[in-house]
């Protein structure tokens, strides 16, 4: 072997670990370009008050769903938001909803809102994968099946206690979130639907339905779309649009105690104050990524969420929704 040539041996090592490095860097470049651009997306439609609305059911925004998948054998499911309790029961074959199966209730308001029916139909289950910007595959149908599975399976127990004079007045209703539905999904990309124009149709719960109908919260199923992957940051997403718009000014919002925002949001996993505070501060910095404006921000003792009147959705007149209905007293 040559002199050159055992030279240029040390150069082209360095040569592939510097492109090693730099297809490292282009990768992570294009995730962090998508995230930009579906960031941007969202601030481009509430400028031009032209975002896509969807709506979210009262009782998954005001306590969230587990946002980590539970024990083996955990069914039971407790959050509380002031006044507001929610318990939610799993079925004992699929397990408690958890993580992106909050999609599916806000999926399905949506639709009702929409439609204005109880019983909701939809092409394929493409469509609800297209809605939330999740990937279509073999692997993403089932894990779509597996959550219908899940919140079909479970029961709702949703509750209100509020201090009347001398008077508790106890407002509670127990109910499941569809009372039948029919899914199907195709291999076929192309393939919109079964043959004779046969669809998906979920029938909702009289329950679930009259809450939807009475009780409609607007979200940006953009946003919704971005924040999918962190469950957690969707829930203070979804709250903090609700919160904003019901707030009649700067208000404070407890972070911890048995009234505080540590028990409300879909994870107790943080048994320290200051994991919380510090994953919280995380979430809402997601949220202020996708809504700039959003006057939420941590108290200089770290104790509570201030809260300010702001709109997250700002194409509401659009809707034909009744917004009045939409609760703004007694509210976390």
Not at 130 to 135: A, C, E, H, K, V
Not at 273 to 292: G, I, M, N, T
């Amino acid at each position: 072997m040559s002199v050159q040539s055992r030279a240029t041996i040390p150069s082209l090592e360095r040569a592939g670990e510097c492109l090693k490095r730099i297809q490292l860097d282009l990768r992570i470049s294009k995730r962090r370009l998508r995230q930009a651009e579906t960031i941007e997306l969202v601030r481009l439609k509430r400028d031009n008050v032209s975002q896509n609305l969807g709506f979210a059911s009262r009782p998954c925004v005001l306590c969230g769903l587990p946002v980590k998948r539970p024990a083996k054998g955990v069914l039971l499911h407790e959050r509380r938001n002031g006044q507001f309790h929610l318990q939610v029961t799993g079925h004992p074959t699929y397990g408690l909803p958890w993580g992106q199966d909050r999609l599916v209730p806000i999926f399905l308001a949506t639709l009702a809102i929409r439609q204005q029916t109880q019983t909701i139909t939809f092409r394929s289950a493409s469509e609800m994968l297209d809605t939330f910007g999740i990937q279509q595959g073999g692997s993403q149908y089932r894990r779509l099946i597996a959550s219908f599975q899940r919140v079909f399976g479970a029961t709702i127990f949703f509750g209100t206690d509020t201090q009347r004079q001398r008077a508790v007045v106890v407002h509670q209703a127990r109910f499941n979130f569809m009372s039948e539905a029919r899914i199907w999904y195709s291999r076929d990309p192309g393939q919109q639907t079964l043959p004779g124009e046969c669809q998906n149709s979920v029938v909702l719960s009289n329950e679930f339905y009259e809450e939807i109908m009475n009780h409609p919260i607007p979200t940006d199923l953009e946003a919704a779309k971005a924040l999918s992957p962190a469950p957690a940051a969707l829930d203070l997403f979804t709250w903090l649009s609700y919160r904003c718009f019901t707030a009649k000014g700067e208000e404070r919002i407890p972070i911890f105690g048995d009234f505080g925002l540590v028990q409300q949001i879909g994870s107790g996993d943080y048994a320290r104050p200051r994991k919380f505070r510090e994953r919280l501060q995380r979430w809402l910095d997601l949220v202020k990524a996708l809504w700039p404006d959003c006057p939420a921000r941590i108290s200089s003792n770290g104790e509570t969420l201030i809260v300010d009147k702001a709109n997250a959705v700002l194409s509401q007149q659009r809707t034909g929704v009744n917004l009045s209905n939409i609760p703004k007293k007694d509210v976390q």
